[in-house]
């Protein structure tokens, strides 16, 4: 098993940065893809962003490409989601994700352990 831990949303102003965070304890974490999703009221959870367990490949959906970045920090057991020119429409929950199954990282249902999710508001 393996805990994960969201941190750093909070409000920001459109045109903003924020940077989240997500740490994990338990199993060893290098071995786990990981992925971001987000979910706003009354709408489905969204795929983000996705990286694999050696930060070499990286995924994004469509509307956050060219504007959210993820990395990884396996030494730190932490990934990140650097998320640039916010817009009111990425207000949601944010979860960060694990899964060890290779490729279709964009599907939240191959995912085994999920974080709690930290909130991201974006003001116009």
């Known amino acids: 098993q393996v805990q994960l831990v969201e941190s750093g949303g909070g409000l920001v102003q459109a045109g903003g940065s924020v940077r989240l965070s997500c740490v994990a304890s338990g199993r060893t974490f290098s071995i786990y893809h990981m992925g971001w999703f987000r979910q706003a009221p009354g709408k489905e959870r969204e795929f983000v962003a996705a990286?694999?367990?050696?930060?070499?490949?990286?995924y994004y959906g469509d509307s956050v490409k060219g504007r959210f970045t993820i990395s990884r920090d396996n030494a730190k057991s932490t990934v990140y989601l650097q998320m640039n020119s916010l817009k009111p429409e990425d207000t949601a929950l944010y979860y960060c994700a694990a899964t060890r199954e290779p490729g279709t990282w964009a599907q939240s249902g191959v995912y085994d352990h999920w974080g709690q999710g930290t909130q991201v508001t974006v003001s116009s």
């Open positions: 990286v694999s367990w050696s930060g070499g490949r990286r």
